[in-house]
């Protein structure tokens, strides 16, 4: 029998000691959970660079060292963006807004009607104690020590994060508005987001992750982020990421969701922030008749590096998933996308569909794809799709024979190519989206 | 009703009885040369003692030997069933005679016998230009058209090779495929023996394919050969192969190392029907340079072995270089078909195409895994890959990994998959034209696979089509 060697990679000798102070936050329930994340990261190595989910991103990235961290003080007030989402929850466009400074200051605005409704939007932190029989057994079932070594490292050390209930039969109309301001540099922040929606119940979300360090001589900020969302039979959900961290920063996140019988779920991840960041977005169709649609929009400009990993694991027969996910990258920026479709044996007359494009909008830039297949009945549909290009010469020569300038041609080009996306938008925030790809091609 | 769709025999029930009448037969064993299982140092020092080969070879193997120990097993693939090899348990080196024969009639009678009655003389004098044929770890038996040999081309057994073509040999050997490569592509380095060694000289067409079988005879065989071809500008060549082996409780491998070298505006095809036995591993590293204006292609077929793990490779190196590859896989019961391609463009102008299918079977698993990779300098690069699965049967598994990396704006590439069972409108048309289920389905399988088949040499296309015909018998469940 041949015994292989594994290389040490550097950095795999990090182990979270058994006095961090995160590990003593929470009941009792709760810590025992986190001593045994930590163990479980401890006694993880480093993911392989062989593995292709690791092939284009160094681990070493996500790897928080705890002597470099500080706790940041945040500014007094609110930011600009902040404002902004602030005038919105006036106008009515939003049902509520979540202002998260680095898991430390964390404000509720406008949340009277939904609580009225019986519908629950806290701390985690309180959450564990107030709600504790739902959380107790809804926390970690999706994002835990199986799913990785920093999904484990989140479990343990999660300084806190957000809690969404939403009863059976119940409807949020507008989007919930969750708004996480990283810290500046040299400081980390491991947040959780549990979000349980019950049957028939409708919510929207939008999960928004700023601030972060933005002058590399000064140090990286860190985030570890866990995403977990629950739809139960009937219920439909709507689930917004929108990624603008600054120009040092970063981020390591894993959503994971899963829906039962009858249910939809939307996935929109919005990736345009962070030097380098690592985002897996995941849904497990786990009851007949499930839909998950994900529609996703990255946009890199600079040196900026993504990684993105998107999952649809087809569980129960008869459900459905498509995902489309858009990348337009410029300067020297680089984007790895890998995506799996999984089709376990039982879940027979599945469909899936999946389509990656990338468009380059310049020399210098580098988009990889994987997008995956992994079948294990004969009962299905499936079919992916990818395609690595240029802009379209022709479309550009067409539209400035009209007299349009060469770089609004661009962004026309660039804006029909993210529709598909941004039309799944809610209305208030497609208006920044927008503003912000406009923003980035002005001087293309 | 069509020919093509004719039931099998009824007496063929499954394809494993008849690969042991047709393929699986074993020969008695006594063999001129037959070394301890295991391999190390003094194991490489034998081989290349016994192939009396120049000292800068035996070097090679020694500096392959140690990589090969320092390498780990890919941690990708299945690595369950690659855990499962050991290395200690296999014979590196069988010499089944002392002298390898130009005339058919030298040949020992239990291994002519062998080759008979896989009907590869009577390929020869019905199409081929060259016929090679290994059994063990040397190949046996060796021949060429005189007219070809006339016109220059060299065509002979890798061993034979490096001693009359000494010059040519060292100058390409291990630059396509390096050693550093992987851990079998370094094995192979240390232990090759057997394989074939192709020079065409410029301008030639060699307008008959050259042929080379491959046979495994005892149990625990690892067979290392190693093949080289070299088209010289603006040359024409098509080189095929073949691989069996009987059927034992145990595992033997086969990792060979292909370098093919298509120098300026050559042309070079490469084909190959592997239909190992359901024991082996078939763990094979094969690529292909591709300078300015010339075009490899790949046509892989993958029937046989317990693991395939094989992804033929185009380097496109000059500008306007092309590239093409059509594989396909049938995974049957207990197989594991991991094929794919990988395309490197290296220079501006090039272009390439993949067309993979693969048909999963009971529980059989066929697996494309492939890599576009397309570097900076290499403008107006055009790529696309295309991937077909079919799966039959509740068990069966299909995955697709592709994977591509553009590292340049001014390119274009495409990539699609798709995976499907047989359509039941398809069987219901069939059926309503008095078609029954089992010949419908096999219509609709043979369809699937067309493009492939067209691509072979008549004799081949037919016996393929008549494998599938085993493969597909008693399908209806």
Redesign the interface.
């Given at each position: 029998m041949n015994k292989t060697s594994t290389k040490s990679t550097p950095g795999s000798e990090y182990l979270i000691d058994e006095f961090a102070p995160a590990l003593k936050r929470g009941p009792q329930w709760l810590r025992k959970r986190r001593r045994v994340l930590r163990q479980e990261f401890n006694s993880t190595p480093l993911p392989h660079r062989g593995l292709h989910t690791w092939r284009y991103t160094n681990p070493n990235k996500f790897l928080i060292k705890h002597d470099t961290v500080l706790d940041t003080a945040f500014g007094n007030g609110y930011n600009a963006v902040e404002k902004v989402e602030l005038t919105h929850l006036e106008q009515g466009h939003l049902s509520g807004l979540v202002t998260d400074h680095g898991g430390q200051e964390i404000k509720f605005h406008g949340l009277e009607e939904l609580s009225e409704k019986g519908i629950v939007v806290t701390t985690l932190s309180e959450a564990v104690s107030r709600h504790q029989e739902i959380v107790e057994r809804y926390l970690y079932q999706l994002v835990n020590g199986k799913t990785g070594k920093f999904e484990a490292m989140n479990g343990a050390l999660f300084n806190d994060g957000i809690f969404i209930h939403v009863p059976n039969g119940q409807t949020v109309e507008k989007p919930l508005h969750l708004l996480h301001e990283a810290g500046r540099e040299n400081s980390a922040h491991f947040h959780r987001v549990l979000i349980v929606v019950g049957k028939n119940a409708e919510l929207t979300v939008i999960d928004e992750y700023g601030g972060g360090a933005s002058d590399i001589d000064q140090g990286v900020s860190y985030t570890n982020s866990a995403v977990e969302i629950f739809g139960s039979e009937e219920s439909r959900v709507r689930y917004v990421l929108l990624q603008r961290q600054a120009a040092a920063a970063h981020l390591y996140l894993t959503h994971r969701a899963r829906i039962e019988r009858g249910a939809t779920m939307l996935t929109i991840p919005l990736s345009f922030g962070a030097s380098t960041s690592k985002q897996n977005f995941g849904v497990t169709l786990n009851g007949e008749g499930a839909e998950s649609k994900m529609y996703g929009l990255l946009f890199g400009s600079g040196h900026q590096h993504f990684d993105n990993h998107t999952l649809h694991h087809h569980v129960a027969g008869r459900t459905t998933s498509n995902i489309d996910f858009k990348v337009a990258l410029r300067d020297r920026a680089v984007s790895a996308y890998t995506g799996l479709i999984r089709i376990e044996k039982g879940a027979k007359a599945c469909e899936a569909y999946q389509e990656n494009r990338n468009l380059l909008l310049n020399k210098g830039v580098k988009a990889e794809t994987i997008p995956e297949l992994e079948i294990l009945n004969e009962d299905v549909k499936c079919s992916h799709g990818a395609t690595i290009g240029p802009i379209d010469p022709l479309s550009v020569f067409y539209l400035t024979s009209r007299g349009i300038p060469q770089n609004e041609a661009v962004q026309m080009i660039v804006s029909g190519f993210a529709e598909s996306t941004l039309k799944q938008i809610p209305e208030n925030l497609k208006e920044r989206i927008t503003d912000s790809v406009a923003q980035r091609l002005e001087d293309i | 009703m069509s020919d093509s769709a004719k039931q099998p025999n009824s007496d063929l029930t499954n394809l494993n009885s008849d690969y042991a009448t047709k393929y699986g037969f074993r020969d008695p064993v006594d063999y001129f040369h037959k070394g301890a299982k295991g391999i190390n140092h003094e194991v490489v020092e034998m081989i290349s003692k016994l192939k009396k080969e120049p000292r800068w070879m035996t070097d090679r193997r020694h500096e392959a030997l140690d990589m090969f120990f320092s390498k780990?097993?890919?941690?990708?693939g299945n690595t369950a069933l690659l855990?499962e090899?050991?290395?200690q348990n296999i014979y590196y080196f069988v010499k089944p005679v002392e002298e390898m024969s130009k005339d058919w009639d030298d040949v020992p009678e239990y291994i002519k016998k062998t080759f008979d009655r896989l009907g590869i003389p009577e390929a020869e004098k019905k199409f081929l230009g060259g016929v090679s044929a290994q059994y063990e770890s040397e190949v046996v038996y060796h021949s060429m058209r005189d007219d070809l040999k006339k016109q220059g081309v060299i065509f002979l057994s890798m061993d034979s090779g490096l001693h009359e073509q000494e010059e040519i040999v060292r100058k390409y050997f291990g630059t396509v495929v390096p050693p550093t490569d992987n851990k079998f592509a370094a094995l192979n380095t240390a232990v090759w023996s057997g394989g074939s060694f192709i020079y065409v000289p410029p301008g030639l067409d060699v307008k008959i394919p050259l042929q080379a079988y491959f046979r495994i005879n005892i149990e625990n065989m690892g067979q290392f050969e190693r093949t080289l071809i070299i088209a010289d500008k603006g040359s024409r060549v098509h080189y095929i192969e073949g691989c069996t082996a009987p059927i034992y409780s145990t595992e033997s491998l086969h990792a060979a190392v292909v370098e093919v070298i298509a120098l300026e505006g050559a042309y070079i095809r490469y084909t190959t029907i592997q239909n190992w036995a359901r024991n082996i591993f078939n763990l094979v590293t094969k690529r292909a340079s591709a300078y300015r204006n010339a075009t490899v292609e790949w046509i892989d077929g993958n029937i046989g072995s317990r693991l395939s793990m094989k992804y033929p490779c185009i380097q496109l190196m000059g500008e306007g270089a092309k590239a093409e590859v059509l594989s396909v896989a049938f995974a049957g019961i207990d197989q594991h078909q991991d094929a794919g391609a990988k395309v490197i463009h290296a220079a501006p102008n090039t272009s390439s195409r993949i067309t993979s299918k693969s048909i999963s079977k009971d529980n059989g698993r066929a697996s494309y895994r492939g890599l576009v990779k397309i570097y900076?300098n290499a403008v107006n690069s055009k790529a696309s890959v295309e991937c077909d699965?079919l799966?039959?049967?509740?068990?069966?598994?299909?995955?697709?990994?592709?994977?591509?990396?553009?590292?340049?704006?001014?390119?274009?590439?495409?990539?699609?998959?798709?995976?499907?069972?047989v359509a039941e409108e398809q069987l219901f048309y069939l059926t309503s034209r008095g078609l029954t289920e089992d010949e419908a389905r096999l219509l609709i399988v043979n369809g699937f696979m067309e493009p492939f088949t067209k691509e072979l040499p008549m004799e081949y296309a037919v016996e393929l089509n008549r494998l599938i015909e085993l493969e597909m018998e008693g399908t209806v469940g």
């Open positions: - | 780990p097993i890919p941690q990708w855990n090899i050991d290395f900076k699965a799966l039959i049967g509740e068990e069966a598994r299909s995955d697709t990994y592709p994977t591509m990396e553009i590292d340049n704006d001014q390119v274009k590439v495409e990539h699609e998959a798709r995976v499907s069972k």
